[in-house]
């Protein structure tokens, strides 16, 4: 959060909460660290397991169904592999 106009922005937000700077730019930044956790800790790309992340009044993350479906073909295929490698 380091443009002059985030700095401004947060000061405004802070100030008409009537907390400190610092606490409004937390409680911002911790979405976006428990956004980075999500897909970075419970996405199981060998699964096929994407979750959908929904943060109201912002976006939805999600990985479209067609990718999904591709990214299990291709971890079948490397699985496949890997066992013909072991014979």
């Known amino acids: 959060m380091k443009h002059i106009h985030t700095k401004v922005a947060i000061k405004n937000i802070a100030s008409q909460h009537n907390v ?10 911790s979405v976006f660290e428990w956004l980075r956790y999500v897909i970075s800790e419970e996405t199981d790309r060998d699964e096929g397991y994407f ?7 912002f ?6 169904k ?10 079948d295929k490397k699985n496949i592999e890997d066992e013909s490698d072991r014979i």
């Open 51 to 57: 979750p959908t992340i929904r943060i109201p009044g």
């Open 20 to 29: 400190t700077a610092q606490d409004a730019e937390n409680v911002i930044t």
């Open 66 to 75: 067609p990718v999904q479906e591709k990214w299990k073909e291709i971890n």
């Open 59 to 64: 976006a939805t993350f999600y990985v479209p």
